[in-house]
């Protein structure tokens, strides 16, 4: 009755948290509302829930007497593994389903001095200068990015031209955050104009937990194939094979 009771609680508080978290979002990180759908709410149930059973599980070897850092050191390295690769699934799932239901990509035209808004930024273009590379030259866009009034940093993403095989390529500018990335990335020069370049934006939000999933769960795998018992196991098959 009592593991029933925390597997209920567990996923009665995924649930309230996936129905939340999307209105949170739309308030506190300015993401659209209106890009709500069943599937971001289905998606974070199962990250949720993931996390949930993770504490339940945890809460149950932890519990008893005695001192409790003995209880915590008692648990066994692939014990530990497990639950830490499972929680790089939760946050994976995290990742995916958020950068899917919230990305925000413009492409427009952008003259000096023109803004853009998207995601809850502002993108301001102001111009393109020429600079050179160890084997290319470039022009370098200036794209200062301000929220709510308050600049948060400029992006320089590069058009680049190779001096040996004069081949053409867009450097996009990157700027990484817990809860979003910014990138902007120059197209071509608009022409008979007067410095108009085409300029793609994009805001994704939480993508870098993607990353941090897959993290977790390589150092889960790592940390329980450490375990001490798995390699005696792995021994004794290993003896117990003919010759």
Not at 21 to 49: C, H, Q, R, T, Y
Not at 103 to 118: I, K, L, Q
Not at 178 to 192: H, K, N, T
């Amino acid at each position: 009755p009592e593991l029933a009771k925390r597997v209920q609680w567990g996923f009665a508080s995924a649930l309230v948290l996936a129905l939340l978290l999307p209105l949170l979002m739309g308030k506190f990180l300015m993401l659209e509302a209106n890009k709500w759908s069943p599937m971001i709410v289905v998606g974070l149930l199962m990250a949720f829930w993931i996390i949930a059973s993770l504490v339940i599980s945890l809460r149950q070897r932890w519990a008893g007497q005695g001192a409790f850092m003995a209880r915590v050191r008692k648990q066994s390295r692939s014990y530990y593994g497990m639950q830490l690769a499972h929680l790089g699934v939760a946050f994976f799932i995290i990742g995916v389903t958020l950068v899917k239901g919230y990305e925000t990509e413009r492409d427009v035209r952008m003259n000096v001095g023109d803004t853009v808004m998207a995601g809850g930024y502002e993108f301001k273009f102001n111009g393109v200068t020429e600079t050179e590379g160890p084997n290319y030259v470039a022009g370098m866009g200036h794209v200062v990015v301000s929220q709510d009034g308050k600049r948060v940093g400029e992006l320089n993403p590069e058009k680049r031209q190779y001096n040996v095989s004069g081949m053409p390529l867009t450097e996009a500018a990157i700027q990484t955050g817990l809860f979003r990335d910014l990138y902007v990335s120059l197209g071509e020069a608009i022409p008979e104009s007067e410095g108009a370049w085409a300029v793609r934006v994009y805001i994704k939000p939480f993508v870098d937990w993607i990353w941090a999933g897959c993290l977790l769960m390589g150092l889960g795998g790592l940390f329980a194939v450490s375990d001490r018992r798995y390699r005696i196991h792995k021994q004794a098959v290993k003896q117990g094979q003919p010759s």
